[in-house]
């Protein structure tokens, strides 16, 4: 003989009649005005298996009709969204957050000891303010670097679209624009993130979105500390307009002494030195990729200070914080620097030889006027190439020394040379 729901009080009193579900800012997506239907005793939870409150809603234009999947006692015993079940502070899966604050909470997986657990959590969530979560979440440290880095900070409004028409893939949807579902091709059915449980995520055990997230902490790049014990300085980049000495201070006085604090405006970074290195490492992890002064992200790094810089000066192929930059490809190399010139000596502007006397042009002067010219072969004699009163040669372009520098103009034997000078006489 079944009984009635009256009848049976001790296991309804277990069960959860809630007003309003606990949900992450994504699930219950951007519209302020949403209309949401309330189900006492829908359904029963995913985890613990007892019955409890079901709300449905839509979050917003063209999106799936969402619901609450889990009851709220066990929300709250990990701090959850009751239908993504990401965490609610951090918006990441459960294995993420403790991997991340280096907590294990096992729960109890056997329906007695479940039963006895979930008891046992209600007592001591009826006995705290609601403010903090319970369990060894509540004892766990307050944040992480690894979380704040990894944490989203924006709702994820793509979540909530519909699932792909299976129709549609097989090409048999009928229904065109009007189908409520997307019209997508389907992700690789081996691809890990395609098989997903609840249970898992719950539990924090195969969770195929924590592996890849904890995939992509284990490559962000980090901020080591150099090995130079005496550096004790930090480089702030990207201060612009806004952040002044004074933002710094108050933002890193909190790791330590701080020495001096250097701003450059031109580059818009400044060079905060500490009394100690233990301040500097502990400022310099604590504000590596996080930190934001006046509404613009800084970049932190180690460095060393204004005056250390200025004096020692930047090496070849070295930047301002030390380390090495690679050469680019393409670009000529660096000039050679010009020979020293002796004040002394005497200016050589032609580039001649000094060994060498200039050499003697002989120049006939015309005939005065009303006297026709000498014909060819009679006019005045003039020196043979190959003669001893002959002008030196200059040697050819491959037998001159480096640095000597000929040009033709210069060669009082190139052709036309002596017609030049003849005319020039001659106007």
């Not at 056997?110 to 209600?122: C, F, G, H, I, L």
């Not at 060669?411 to 003849?422: I, L, S, T, W, Y």
């Amino acid at each position: 003989m079944a009984t009635s729901l009256g009848s049976n009080t001790y296991n309804r009193q277990n069960w959860e009649d809630a007003d309003f579900p606990i949900l992450c800012q994504t699930c219950l997506g951007e519209n302020p005005y949403i209309r949401m239907t309330k189900e006492k005793y829908g359904k029963e939870c995913k985890i613990c298996a007892r019955p409890f409150t079901v709300f449905r809603w839509c979050p917003g234009t063209r999106m799936r009709f969402k619901k609450t999947e889990v009851c709220q006692t066990c929300s709250k015993m990990k701090n959850v969204c009751q239908t993504c079940l990401l965490d609610l502070e951090y918006g990441l899966p459960i294995q993420v957050r403790d991997t991340g604050l280096a907590i294990k909470d096992e729960v109890p997986k056997s329906d007695v000891n479940k039963e006895y657990y979930t008891q046992n959590m209600e007592r001591e969530i009826a006995n705290s303010d609601g403010t903090r979560p319970v369990g060894q979440l509540g004892k766990a440290p307050s944040s992480s670097d690894m979380l704040l880095k990894l944490a989203r900070t924006t709702p994820y409004y793509k979540r909530n679209r519909p699932h792909i028409c299976s129709f549609w893939v097989k090409g048999e949807c009928k229904r065109g624009e009007e189908c409520p579902y997307r019209h997508e091709k389907p992700t690789d059915p081996d691809d890990p993130l395609a098989d997903q449980n609840i249970k898992d995520r719950y539990y924090g055990i195969n969770d195929p979105v924590a592996d890849k997230l904890l995939k992509r902490a284990s490559t962000m790049p980090r901020l080591d500390p150099p090995e130079d014990k005496s550096i004790t300085t930090l480089y702030i980049g990207g201060l612009g307009d806004t952040v002044t000495d004074g933002d710094l201070k108050s933002h890193f006085y909190q790791f330590g002494e701080i020495r001096t604090i250097t701003i450059v405006q031109r580059q818009q970074c400044a060079f905060i030195q500490f009394a100690t290195r233990q301040a500097a490492e502990m400022a310099a992890e604590k504000s590596f990729n996080k930190l934001i002064i006046n509404g613009r992200r800084l970049t932190v790094k180690w460095g060393r200070s204004q005056a250390a810089r200025g004096k020692e000066g930047i090496k070849d192929g070295v930047s301002e914080m030390g380390t090495r930059l690679d050469p680019v490809p393409g670009l000529p190399g660096a000039l050679p620097p010009p020979p020293a010139m002796d004040e002394e000596a005497p200016a050589n502007y032609f580039n001649l030889d000094p060994s060498t006397s200039p050499a003697v042009m002989n120049i006939a002067l015309p005939p005065p006027p009303g006297i026709n010219p000498p014909p060819p072969g009679f006019g005045p004699p003039m020196f043979h190439p190959m003669g001893p009163m002959a002008p030196p040669m200059p040697p050819p372009m491959s037998m001159r020394p480096p640095g000597q520098i000929h040009y033709p103009s210069q060669d009082p034997q190139r052709m036309g040379a002596h017609a030049a000078h003849g005319s020039r006489h001659g106007d």
